[in-house]
């Protein structure tokens, strides 16, 4: 399996574009075509996705409806599939923060 291969697999279900992979790739100074053969390579294709999040939430945030269709997007599914994301590397999750909870009761 190729780089390309492997993103275009994990990103398959949030739908985004061949051309929105290509950047990613870019941006990452991935190269498509190279085999994505162990688990540290798929983690660089990994981070790359966590990094350029942007590019994806950009394909996910379009609504369209044209002539009877419509098209929206799950934003609760985008939310986990970056929190599992976060989880599995180990990174923080910048986009989606929970509110937290801070003891305030000793300051009385």
Do not use: H
């Not at 390309?4 to 790739?25: C, F, H, S, W």
Request: with cysteine; glycine share 6%; proline share 1%.
């Amino acid at each position: 399996m190729t780089n390309k291969e492997y993103l275009t697999q994990t990103l398959n279900g949030l739908n985004v574009a061949d051309a929105d992979i290509d950047i990613i790739m870019l941006k990452a100074g991935i190269v498509g075509t190279d085999v994505c053969d162990t688990a540290d390579k798929a983690r660089v294709c990994d981070m790359a996705v966590y990094r350029r999040m942007s590019v994806v939430l950009k394909a996910t945030m379009q609504n369209v409806t044209e002539g009877g269709y419509s098209l929206s997007w799950n934003m609760e599914a985008v939310k986990v599939f970056y929190n599992a994301m976060c989880n599995e590397l180990g990174v923080d999750n910048v986009l989606f923060n929970r509110p937290r909870i801070k003891d305030r009761s000793n300051k009385w």
